[in-house]
């Protein structure tokens, strides 16, 4: 059973910084894509970042580039994503997912997600 258990939101000025970590347990996941998608209040889930587990490979929605990047530590089996220059429009529910058909854009792809955590940035 594959487990996705998100941390590390919560509030933060903009212009700050925040590191969420997904932990992921259950199986191997050197083929997976791990990516990360947030919901904002009244809002479609959108795709924010993703990395093919065995070739690092990155990919990233256009509003975060240059400000958040994706990485992973194959021994804690953990997905990072590094938020800095936050701004208010980041405020959102965080959730990490995996599939093993590669970055997908859409959510519905995927079919492993986390439980969320919290991300607002004030002005």
């Known amino acids: 059973q594959v487990q996705l258990v998100e941390s590390g939101g919560g509030l933060v000025q903009a212009g700050g910084s925040l590191r969420l970590s997904c932990a992921a347990s259950?199986?191997?996941?050197?083929?997976?894509?791990m990516a990360w998608f947030r919901q904002a209040p009244g809002k479609e889930r959108e795709f924010v970042a993703g990395?093919?587990?065995?070739?690092?490979?990155?990919n990233y929605a256009d509003s975060v580039k240059g400000r958040f990047t994706i990485s992973r530590d194959n021994a804690k089996t953990t997905v990072y994503l590094q938020m800095n220059g936050l701004k208010p429009e980041d405020t959102a529910v965080y959730y990490c997912?995996?599939?093993?058909?590669?970055?997908?854009?859409?959510?519905?792809?995927?079919?492993?997600w986390g439980q969320g955590t919290q991300v607002t940035v004030s002005s």
């Open positions: 997912a995996a599939d093993f058909r590669g970055i997908q854009r859409t959510g519905a792809l995927y079919n492993y």
């Open positions: 990395i093919v587990w065995n070739t690092n490979y990155q």
């Open positions: 259950g199986r191997t996941f050197g083929g997976y894509t």
